[in-house]
């Protein structure tokens, strides 16, 4: 009896330090705190993009809700609350001016995985100094991961001598450094997308005319859409800082 009563009081102190934050009102809660690194990175980059928190329906792009995280906030407390049964997936992403996802950069609840979970019980997300600056999206999102550039540029080969594979390497093998295939430019110019060859590497194609670096890499590599295109430049025109 003594025991069973100890049980259920330890389960009580868990229970009201977790659930006092928020309230249980109509559809699911999604508890984010804790503190980010390089989140300021966005704003230099002017109103078109912003750090949230966001619901998305399953193979949208665009969140059904989402909650601003202040760029300026080293620590943060959001509260996602009133969730549709339409959200497959709690993402911390950013969006840009029409509201569509251009990086994610963690998924902090997956309803698709956790099909039995009981709406009363808020989803917390600790962020634990997450970067969440614009270079990290970049390298992620771009350059890291399967079918990108890792499996010529780090990977066994490196197509001119160039390495991506880590955030650092990646950057410091960019910016500012002589390029191999265009005599006189540097693969990134920070303030000069136009100039930069990374930015020319991921926005000519074959059919734009010859390409000094033998490789057509818009219409084989993985990526390079358009709203990645535009995030790199505005980063390298923003001074391809990074963090
Ligand atoms: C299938 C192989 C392949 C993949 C994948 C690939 N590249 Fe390349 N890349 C090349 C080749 C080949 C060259 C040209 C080498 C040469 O001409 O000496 C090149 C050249 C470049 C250059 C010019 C470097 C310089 O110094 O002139 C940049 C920048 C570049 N790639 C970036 C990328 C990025 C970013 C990705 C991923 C989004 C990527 N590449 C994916 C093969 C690849």
């Known amino acids: 009896m003594s025991a069973l009563a100890l049980t259920v009081s330890s389960c009580d102190d868990g229970d009201i330090k977790t659930s006092s934050a928020v309230t249980f009102k109509d559809g699911y809660v999604v508890k984010v705190t804790g503190s980010l690194a390089n989140a300021s990175s966005w704003n230099e980059l002017g109103k078109s993009y912003t750090l949230v928190v966001a ?9 059904t809700i989402s909650k601003i995280i202040p760029p300026t906030s080293e620590s943060i407390d959001i509260t996602l609350s009133g969730m549709e049964n339409s959200v497959s997936t709690v993402e911390l992403c950013a969006i840009n ?9 963690d998924t902090i609840f997956s309803f698709q995985d956790n099909p039995d979970w009981d ?16 270079y990290c999206g970049i390298y992620s999102k771009l350059i890291a991961g399967k079918g990108k550039c890792f499996r010529c ?11 991506l594979v880590g955030k650092e390497r990646s950057y410091a093998e960019l910016v500012g450094v002589d ?9 990134v110019v920070a303030g000069d997308a136009d100039n930069s060859v990374l930015y020319r ?5 074959k ?4 390409l000094p670096w033998h490789y057509d890499h818009v219409s084989n590599v993985d990526g390079l859409e358009y709203n990645n295109q535009k995030l790199l430049r505005d980063w390298i025109n923003a001074g391809a800082k990074m963090n």
Do not use: L, N
Request: negative net charge; without cysteine; aromatic residues 10%.
């Open 55 to 63: 619901g998305f329906a399953e193979g949208d792009s665009f969140p």
């Open 153 to 163: 540029h780090g990977e066994g080969s490196a197509a001119a001598d160039m390495h």
């Open 119 to 134: 709406p009363r019980d808020t989803i917390f997300y600790e962020a634990d100094g997450r970067d969440v600056g614009v």
């Open 97 to 105: 001016s029409i509201y569509k996802r251009v990086v994610s950069y």
């Open 201 to 205: 590497v991921a926005t000519e194609a």
């Open 179 to 187: 390029a191999k295939t265009v005599s006189g430019s540097k693969r």
């Open 207 to 210: 059919t734009d005319g010859a």
